[in-house]
């Protein structure tokens, strides 16, 4: 801690009761009251030292001085300090060793400006021997967060000679340099710690301290009283410092003197902070706090924003808090986590168990936040469905909408909710942003089963907030066997079941003739044509189910069998070889008919005539080919 004494002379004032004596042999002819403690001191000694106590002195009218003695009496209640402050004020009067340091230089300061104490009275007097200390203690971090600390008791007279404001600049200006040109964590809890030393084999090795880091000064900050680290937040603001950092000092500020209550025992401190001026404060600090925070997106947690939106909850706050904290998490919605959305509703009107207008208000800010991205999204997912390319800039919206989803799974339960909410919930969010629909239809699977009284016409209505198209395999199984579901949204999901597995197999289909005809040169130019139209008509489940790979791997064997058999048949027609031969190939057996007598024929032979010319046989054996290729295509 900083120090620098004055004077030379030995203390020569001691305390008698509420009565400070000086013990210098000469009567007093003066005596100064502050409050219940008096002074008995010399004129001589303090108007040569102060204007305000020589104009006080003379004009001391006659009726304020004792009738013994003859001595003069002044009142200074007003004076900075009170008289702890007035004490070090006469010591230095009458040229006591004194001790400036943090906890006093501050007041002391005050209380010369007061009395007046400049150099006009005196080479050195109070008021310059005072600021140049103050000078000193502002150069260093942790004397510049004492002396502000030391303000409060004089908070008046300190803003009056721009003593805070000096302090906060330099706290400012110190937080906002570049933490690297520091070779050690400054601390206003100590002295600047020592190098570690290390012995190796009798040497010794001095290793350097760690670098610090953006938030080394935030512990230190959050000892500030909150008027005076709002005006601190402000002077970083002015100076241009990162918002990110400026949310890093509020969060662990409020960490330090908020109680940042959980889902779970939010109720207990509501009940434990419910009465007087503790609620009070708190309620004050918090809304301080949130109208500090940086409202650029992303700077903030979205945890530590829903941990202050329930707190203000709690404590009532005003509700431009709560709707400028409803904004922020808006904003950054797709960073929240469903446990801390669960915001219990405090307005014990017994209509929820969770705040589900709350919610509602957080999804319509990302909405607006969002729909320029959203815009853009949509019309581009209209003009190009089957496009897979890159779609990074609905990745938010599609989170908010697994978020919203599993949300509406939670609050379902709860027999109060009413339908017209879970609808205009649900609804909130556009059809192009759910990528399934199999959350959604979980969510009102469970508002079904425990809302068995809802109609059948409500029913329908809830259900129409589902595309049966987006539903997977297995939601589409679990819904075509939900007698929960209306009899119309069941049948829905049969045909597009239905659909869904006709283009799967047209898919199929389709694939592999490209593949048979990309292989074949014949006529390959049109039926590619015909065969890219066909396929931009399929949908992008049969695409994914087959693709040109799987269809080449399966189609690969039956296509050697069959180039096989194109190469025997070649051989037998070249060879002189006998039909039955040829059908031996395939299992097959030929007919014979009577030997014709007219022709010449050796003995134990006799001419096979064949049923038709060889042309037609040739004509039905490529025809057998070909039915045995599709077949093993249609497979």
Known sequence: MACMKIGSKSDMFYLDGQTWLCSTGLASDIRIEIGEISFHLHKFPLISRSKLLEKMIKEIPENKKWDWGGKSVLELNDIPGGENSFLLVAKFCYGVKINLNLTNVVSLRCAANYLQMTEDYGEGNL???TENFLDEVFRSWADSIKAIEACGEVLSNAEELHIVSRGIDSLATKACVDPNLFSWRISDHGEPPSPAVDIRNGIQIIQKPLPLG?????????????PLYRRFILAVYAKGMAPLRIAGSLMCYAGKHLPMCGRESGLQIDNQYSSGTYEADQRTLLEEIAELLPIEKGANSSKFLLKLLRTSIILQARGSCKERLEKMIGMQLNEAALEDLLIPNMDYSGETLYDIDCM????????????EIVDSASNYLVEEDEYEGDSRSLTPITMVAKLVDNYLAEVAPDVNLKLFKFQSLAAIIPGYARVSDDGLYRAIDIYLKAHTCLTDSEREQLCRIMNCQKL?????????QNERLPLRVIVQVLFFEQLRLRTSVSGLFFASEELDNSRNPIGSKSLARTSCTIQQENSKQANKMVTVENVRERLFEPEQKCSIMKQEIDKLMKTKGSWNTFFGKFGLRLKMRACDLKAPTKPGKCRVKLPVSRNAVMDKKQNGANNILANFNCA
């Open 360 to 371: 509602h208000r957080m999804v319509d800010h990302f909405m607006l936040a969002d729909e």
């Open 127 to 129: 008021t310059m021997q």
């Open 214 to 226: 953006d938030e080394w000064w935030y512990e230190d900050v959050c000892f500030l009283k909150l």
């Open 472 to 480: 997977s395999v297995e939601a589409s199984s679990h819904a075509a």
